[in-house]
């Protein structure tokens, strides 16, 4: 699968404590590792989406997704045309009409941050999080994750079949990693593009579709 297209800054790596001090070796160590894991999560999220599509809205699809990579330039080209949200709609139905098929997805983070709970929250204390308990310490070391996702799906002559944006949060800590949080954000995306994914006998899913994460 070619890689997303994340326009996010980098995620920032926060090493204070509770009481603002400078955190121990040991400690910074773990917010070292959760900064690392919240910068893969766009791509691990994105191997996560085809089978969250197959499941929810083409169990019933013959076809398959396939990888289509972007030159180093056109990368860029795209990469800039989603951080300022100029020209968008023209870079992506250009290109999905000069790749053909049945259709090109297209998939971008605008926004990727994440949020140390033991920065504001006493060692030992335990929060909820949509309603599932998380304990804050040191060794978890929970990060509240917030993602700023895009989706467009065109057809094979470049034509817009839908455009999706929404904000997304998550839990990331030592037993919810990285997979476990892409999978539940690739779910909880394809939950809500299912309510405007083409319907069977539609061009756009009886041919191929192309997935660019």
Known sequence: MASPLVAAEAPDLNLEGFLGEKLEDGWAQGRIRRTA?????????????????????MNNWDHHFRPLVF??????????????????????SALAK????????FLWVTELAGHPFTSDTMSGELIFHDDIPVMVDG????????????ASLYDGEGQLAFHYEDAYQAVLSESQNTRNVAKELARELVQDLSLIWPQPGQEHKERLVHHHP
């Open 71 to 92: 030159s180093k330039r056109k990368h860029q080209e795209l990469l800039i045309a989603v951080h300022e949200q100029n020209n968008l709609d023209p870079s992506f």
């Open 37 to 57: 894991q919240l910068s893969e999560l766009p791509y691990t999220m994105s191997d996560a989406l085809v089978g969250q599509l197959y499941g929810a809205v």
């Open 98 to 105: 000069e790749n053909g098929g049945g259709g090109t997805l």
């Open 139 to 150: 060794t978890s070391e929970p990060y509240r994750v917030e993602m700023s996702l895009g």
